[in-house]
Nanobody
Framework: QVQFVESGGSLVQAGGSLRLSCSTSGISVDDNAMGWYRQAPGKRRELVAGISAGGRTVTYADSVKGRFTVSRDNAKNTVYLQMNNLEPEDTAVYYC????????????????WGQGTLVTVSS
């Protein structure tokens, strides 16, 4: 079965940085597009970053472009999200997931969501 385990979330001040990790099992990250999502209280989950199976194409939501960087380590079957210059609006629970193609991350991710990791940014 497919499993995702997110880690690295913490309480940080505005302007700080965090690196989130997503450990996977049941899939190979080099055969899937990987995405990072976040959900703030009272809001729907949104896709904030994605990387293609080959790693040559990345996409970011406008709200995080220039501040977040997504990457993967195929040998460790792990995907990362480097977050710099954090803002209070980035406060949310962050999740990772996968799809066959990058453009399917919004519509058809796997149904096995992890517990997420909480990022809290204070002003």
């Amino acid at each position: 079965q497919v499993q995702f385990v997110e880690s690295g979330g913490s309480l940080v001040q505005a302007g700080g940085s965090l690196r989130l990790s997503c450990s996977t099992s049941g899939i190979s990250v080099d055969d899937n597009a990987m995405g990072w999502y976040r959900q703030a209280p009272g809001k729907r989950r949104e896709l904030v970053a994605g990387i293609s199976a080959g790693g040559r194409t990345v996409t970011y939501a406008d709200s995080v472009k220039g501040r977040f960087t997504v990457s993967r380590d195929n040998a460790k079957n792990t995907v990362y999200l480097q977050m710099n210059n954090l803002e209070p609006e980035d406060t949310a629970v962050y999740y990772c997931n996968a799809a066959k193609y990058l453009l399917e991350l919004n519509r058809s991710p796997h149904d096995s969501w992890g517990q997420g990791t909480l990022v809290t940014v204070s002003s």
